[in-house]
């Protein structure tokens, strides 16, 4: 049974440009989760999603970020027009529908140049 | 909102012995769960226990058990006959009744083990 698979793993953008991260669940699991994590910090909740619904986006920073999980495919985390300061690792997980328990990704690496 | 504090930015044990990080939370809640996490050099983040606070007993997986102290919102993790392998970056978090997908995660402890 394979892990939640993000990808891509490291990803280089010039500023200004835009950053899509995806993100597969673990096969059965209904419920993903986008996180951040700065250079030496603890990682920080942005958005909690069901397939095509957004349950909780209260940590996602309000202009240039969004993030959707349609019906079929992975979860996508877009940034628009990226500035230094996006530049961290983002980390997905999933849960199953009544979970208590989540399971992370490997995480992507964005780098903004 | 919730807090999750990590006094200790780095910890350091001789291989074979036993080392605690120390965690503390602040919450209003009375139902919810507490986390330690590992994040070793390939970063991957890796659940290492699981607190309900409902529980009493303080969760244990072999070599590593936790002292949850409710009152306190004070949430230890105690790693016995640590190994070369232990060494990482060890993160408490904390999230609100079932829903553990929204956790709130302390800054974290580097820990390094000494040959």
């Known amino acids: 049974n394979a892990g939640v698979m993000q990808n891509p793993r490291h990803l280089v953008r010039r500023r200004g440009q835009e950053a899509r991260l995806r993100c597969s669940p673990m096969k059965g699991h209904s419920h993903v989760y986008w996180y951040r994590q700065l250079p030496e910090e603890g990682l920080k909740f942005m958005v909690y999603?069901?397939?095509?619904?957004?349950?909780?986006e209260s940590g996602m920073p309000k202009e240039r970020f969004s993030a959707e999980f349609p019906k079929e495919g992975p979860s996508i985390l877009r940034i628009q027009q990226v500035v230094r300061g996006d530049s961290a690792a983002y980390f997905c997980a999933s849960s199953p529908l009544s979970g208590n328990t989540i399971y992370f990704g490997e995480g992507s690496w964005l780098t903004v140049v | 909102a919730q807090t999750v504090t990590q006094s200790q930015p780095e910890m350091s044990v001789q291989e074979a012995e036993t080392v605690t990080l120390s965690c503390t939370y602040d919450t209003s809640e009375s139902d919810y769960y507490l986390f330690w996490y590992k994040q070793p050099p390939s970063r991957q983040m890796i659940l290492v226990i699981r607190q309900e606070a409902y529980k009493q007993q303080n969760a244990t997986e072999n070599r590593f058990s936790v002292n949850f102290q409710k009152a306190a919102k004070s949430f230890s993790l105690k790693i016995s006959d640590s190994q070369l392998g232990d060494a990482a970056m060890y993160f408490c978090?904390?999230?609100?009744?079932?829903?553990?997908?929204?956790?709130?995660f302390g800054d974290g402890t580097t820990l390094t083990v000494k040959p």
């Open positions: 978090a904390y999230s609100y009744n079932t829903n553990a997908g929204k956790s709130t």
């Open positions: 999603l069901q397939k095509e619904n957004i349950i909780d």
